[in-house]
């Protein structure tokens, strides 16, 4: 479903009228999660609050999304690019 939503042009970084966006939404729902993420919704983003998606997930007593999240996290922190500083 995310997959069809995104050909049709859908923003998985869109937020609803209480500011959350899909990852929050799918906190419960660990399939739904990793397909948001794997079609670009962005983790690192404030929401409601000024808190991300990986502080409401940490709330939560079943740390299935917290992990999903973090491993998402890790993952995209060791394949970004260093910086090259002038020199």
Sequence with gaps: A???LRRAGADPN???????????HA???PQILRSLLAHDANP???VKENKTVLDYANALPDKSA?????AHLAQKSKSA??????G
Excluded: F, S
Aim: hydrophobic residues 55%; glycine residues 4%; positive net charge.
């Design 27 to 29: 906190l419960r729902h």
């Design 44 to 46: 690192a983003l404030r």
């Design 66 to 70: 917290a992990t999903i999240l973090a």
């Design 2 to 4: 995310v997959r069809a």
């Design 81 to 86: 690019k260093p910086v090259m500083g002038p």
């Design 14 to 24: 869109a937020r609803d009228v209480l500011q959350m966006t899909p990852l929050v």
